[in-house]
């Protein structure tokens, strides 16, 4: 039979050995957090940094560094991505007339629906939402400005 202190003994090992563990594991999500900061800061100054020409040539009430500008009157949906284009015309079909929800709308754009692509039509729709593409109905529904005729 084994000694109550031995038996300590064993158990503060393990314990040491799970800290050095745990602190590893901490040093590392450090770093990982400490690289995406240093990503986030030098993409901030760039982008603050565009020069005036780039900035003149897009279209107008276009945001510099946004594939969504915000919508303008007179503006037609050509000025946005491709991907863009098609949610906007998908959602002005009669297909979109009740207004669609994300999974509705990868399907009816080919995509698999799956949690990855379901999530990049999300982002993308709620880009277009909050530019004045389309509109939000209420939480992940989306329809056209003006309904279909």
Not at 85 to 90: N, P, T, Y
């Amino acid at each position: 039979m084994a000694s109550v202190i031995g038996l300590l003994e064993a158990r503060e090992k393990g314990i040491r050995e799970e800290v050095a563990r745990l602190r590893a594991a901490l040093d590392e999500a450090e770093c990982a957090l400490q690289r995406l900061v240093d990503a986030r800061v030098t993409v901030t100054e760039v982008l603050a940094e565009e020069p005036a020409v780039a900035s003149a040539s897009l279209p107008q009430g276009a945001v510099a560094g946004s594939t969504v500008p915000h919508r303008t009157e007179g503006m037609t949906a050509s000025v946005l991505a491709v991907d863009c284009q098609r949610i906007v015309e998908l959602l002005e079909s009669d297909v979109g007339q009740e207004g669609m929800r994300c999974q509705q709308l990868a399907a009816a754009l080919g995509l698999p629906v799956v949690p990855a692509k379901v999530e990049g039509v999300r982002s993308k729709a709620k880009r277009l939402a909050e530019r004045g593409w389309i509109r939000q109905v209420r939480p992940g529904v989306f329809t056209a400005l003006v309904p279909a005729g």
